[in-house]
């Protein structure tokens, strides 16, 4: 089911890129495994899956540390994408190869400060909150200027790109004016910036509304429940 499932949605991404006049090898695929066993992360990594979507820092360490001395390990990229706490930073630094949601400056900070400990320059993206709910993290976008500013003298993190969460509706369509937005934040910083420091990374878009997102130039996607369930 995993197999069919990844090829399926392999197949809505490479009918959107054609349409859209983009190559399908400029988008990553991360597969999010909350609440996932090993067995099933291993299925998909059979599968083709070389990025992992996690939303819990203690739930990663279980799967890294289960997956690490295994053939499935070499080549594999992990992703942050939930709500990041700075006491779990230590650990997150040591799995991560990009941590998508960073919403302030005292995380980044953070983050920076434990990069430097172990010698590593931490990607990251900063979290948007489109929408504006109050339910959900993120810097709201008229703060992003600065908080972008501000990371970019810090030395271990490297600012990529932005990420974003729409709210969770049963008509993707509703969803675009936000994808659309964050692409226009994105597109405003790079603007403002020289242009070898231009954010090049957009991840927005989950199993409902993946297409609509890729369409408004997402080319990073987080898939977890079209790849395990259906
Ligand atoms: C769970 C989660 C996803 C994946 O959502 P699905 O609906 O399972 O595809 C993507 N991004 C974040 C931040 C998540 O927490």
Same mark, same amino acid.
């Given at each position: 089911?995993?197999?069919?499932?990844?090829?399926?949605?392999? $197949?809505?991404? /490479?009918? !959107?890129?054609?349409?859209? &006049? +983009?190559?399908?090898?400029?988008?990553?695929?991360?597969?999010?495994?909350?609440?996932?066993?090993?067995?099933?992360?291993?299925?998909?990594?059979?599968?083709?899956?070389?990025? %992992?979507?996690?939303?819990?820092?203690?739930?990663?360490?279980?799967?890294?540390?289960?997956? @690490?001395?295994?053939?499935?390990?070499?080549?594999?990229?992990?992703?942050?994408?939930?709500?990041?706490?700075?006491?779990?930073?230590?650990?997150?630094?040591? %799995?991560?190869?990009?941590?998508?949601?960073?919403?302030?400056? @005292?995380?980044?900070?953070? %983050?920076?400060? #434990?990069?430097? @400990?172990?010698?590593?320059?931490? /990607? !990251?993206?900063?979290?948007?909150?489109?929408?504006?709910?109050?339910?959900?993290?993120?810097?709201?976008?008229?703060?992003?200027?600065?908080?972008?500013?501000?990371? +970019?003298?810090?030395?271990?993190?490297?600012?990529?790109?932005?990420? $974003?969460?729409?709210?969770?509706?049963?008509?993707? #369509?509703?969803?675009?004016?936000?994808?659309? #937005?964050?692409? &226009?934040?994105?597109?405003?910083?790079?603007?403002?910036?020289?242009?070898? /420091?231009?954010?090049?990374?957009?991840?927005?878009?989950?199993?409902?509304?993946?297409?609509?997102?890729?369409?408004?130039?997402?080319?990073?996607?987080? %898939? &977890?429940? $079209?790849?395990?369930?259906?």
């Amino acid at each position: 089911m995993i197999k069919e499932n990844l090829l399926n949605i392999k $197949a809505r991404i /490479d009918f !959107i890129c054609a349409r859209t &006049g +983009r190559p399908s090898v400029g988008i990553t695929l991360a597969c999010v495994v909350k609440n996932r066993s090993v067995e099933e992360i291993k299925q998909a990594l059979d599968a083709g899956i070389t990025d %992992i979507g996690e939303n819990k820092v203690q739930e990663a360490g279980l799967h890294f540390n289960a997956i @690490r001395n295994t053939r499935y390990a070499s080549g594999l990229n992990w992703h942050m994408v939930g709500h990041l706490q700075t006491n779990k930073v230590r650990e997150a630094v040591k %799995i991560f190869a990009l941590i998508h949601s960073v919403d302030s400056l @005292r995380l980044a900070e953070e %983050i920076d400060r #434990q990069a430097a @400990r172990i010698n590593k320059i931490q /990607d !990251i993206l900063i979290e948007v909150n489109v929408s504006q709910e109050e339910s959900k993290f993120g810097i709201s976008p008229k703060e992003l200027s600065d908080l972008v500013a501000a990371i +970019r003298v810090l030395k271990n993190v490297r600012l990529l790109g932005l990420m $974003a969460m729409a709210p969770a509706t049963d008509e993707p #369509q509703k969803v675009r004016v936000y994808f659309r #937005q964050l692409r &226009g934040l994105l597109e405003k910083v790079n603007t403002e910036c020289r242009p070898k /420091d231009a954010l090049v990374i957009l991840s927005m878009g989950m199993s409902h509304d993946f297409e609509v997102a890729l369409e408004e130039g997402a080319n990073l996607v987080r %898939i &977890g429940k $079209a790849i395990f369930e259906v």
